[in-house]
């Protein structure tokens, strides 16, 4: 069975820094795309950043410049490298996957989401 976990998130103060990961578990033949997403309280669930299997990102232009996206193919991982928080950047992350299980189709899975705080 696939898992997408999370780690990483907390409280830290504005101006403070994060890392999040997300490891995929499981049997699982590849991978391609990998981001993360979040959702602050009575919003949508919103982009944040992604990553292809061979390294190109893209960022919401809220985060550029200030979060980093990075993943360790070998390690089946994703990070997310957040400094210069700000109060606004407070939701819970998601980590997002496509997928390749072993004897399955490609599909799309994602994690249970870990809190990201961030005090003024």
Known sequence: QVQLVESGGGLVQAGGSLRLSCAASGNIF???????YR???GNQREF????????????ADSVRGRFTISRDNAKN?????????KPEDTAVYYCNANLLP???SWDNY?????QVTVSS
């Open 48 to 59: 944040v950043a992604g990553i292809s299997s061979g390294g190109t990102t893209n960022y």
């Open 39 to 41: 959702q602050a309280p």
């Open 30 to 36: 590849s991978i391609s795309t990998m981001g993360w």
């Open 102 to 104: 072993a004897g399955r």
């Open 110 to 114: 994602w994690g249970q989401g870990t």
């Open 77 to 85: 991982t994703v990070y997310l490298q957040m400094n210069s928080l």
